[in-house]
């Protein structure tokens, strides 16, 4: 099975800064990994998805790589603002060339951008 | 667009009751919804998925007795957890695509069980 790590469990920068995160698999290569944010006692939202044939993907202020070769997702956002806090995951399909949906999630980073 | 509710947002019960979560995708069709199940500090566990007019898969290690999972029509999904005890105390998550192939999941706002 896949195991999933995010670099850290928390990761404190002021606003301004650019937040970067890191996922991390072990197993298979992934056809695509997504990235969604969570905040406190809610679901998670989707970001981004980013395929295996793509570099980098950027959705505004939003940047994720994919690096087969490392297996490492980075996630960035740029200006962070204090409204960016929340905990960030990626997820995986549950096996190579799945495109049945079965996700799986890391333990994700929380993100606490101060002023 | 891509609205997924859940009903009820939180719910106590005691020991030994059933307690039935709803999992409604709002504003489009889901042929396939999942389950999740996320303890305190600790990532999104898959429980199951549930397939519309089928039953559901589930996956290593959980028992499809004790979650049952009902997906009657394509924008609706139950999870039941019968016989609730307090170590299934925790925040149950439901997602839905709107395509067969599931690569864009929407979640649900999730329900808060705790078991007295």
């Known amino acids: 099975s896949q195991k999933i790590e995010q670099n850290s469990e928390a990761l404190n920068i002021q606003e301004g800064k650019t937040a970067t995160l890191t996922c991390n698999y072990t197993n298979y290569s992934p056809a695509y990994l997504q990235w969604y944010r969570q905040d406190p006692g809610r679901g998670p939202v989707f970001l981004l998805l980013i395929r295996e044939n793509e570099k980098e993907k950027r959705k505004e202020r939003l940047k994720v790589t994919f690096d087969t070769t490392l297996k490492q997702s980075l996630f960035h956002i740029t200006a962070s603002q204090p409204a960016d806090s929340a905990t960030y995951l990626c997820a995986l399909p549950s096996q190579r060339g799945s495109t049945l949906g079965r996700l799986y999630f890391g333990r994700g980073t929380q993100l606490t951008v101060w002023p | 667009g891509a609205v997924v509710s859940q009903h009820p947002s939180r719910v106590i019960c005691k020991s030994g009751t059933s307690v039935k979560i709803e999992c409604r995708s709002l504003?489009?069709?889901?042929?396939?919804m999942f389950w999740y199940r996320q303890f305190p500090k600790q990532s999104l566990m898959l429980m199951a998925t549930?397939?519309?007019?089928?039953?559901?898969?589930?996956e290593q290690g959980v028992e499809k007795d004790k979650f049952l999972i009902n997906h009657a029509s394509l924008t609706l999904s139950t999870l039941t957890v019968t016989s609730a005890h307090p170590e299934d105390s925790s925040f149950y998550i439901c997602?839905?695509?709107?395509?067969?192939?599931?690569?864009?999941?929407?979640f649900g706002p999730g329900t808060r069980l705790t078991v007295l």
């Open positions: 504003d489009f069709q889901a042929t396939t």
């Open positions: 997602s839905a695509s709107p395509s067969p192939g599931g690569n864009e999941q929407f």
């Open positions: 549930s397939n519309e007019g089928s039953k559901a898969t589930y």
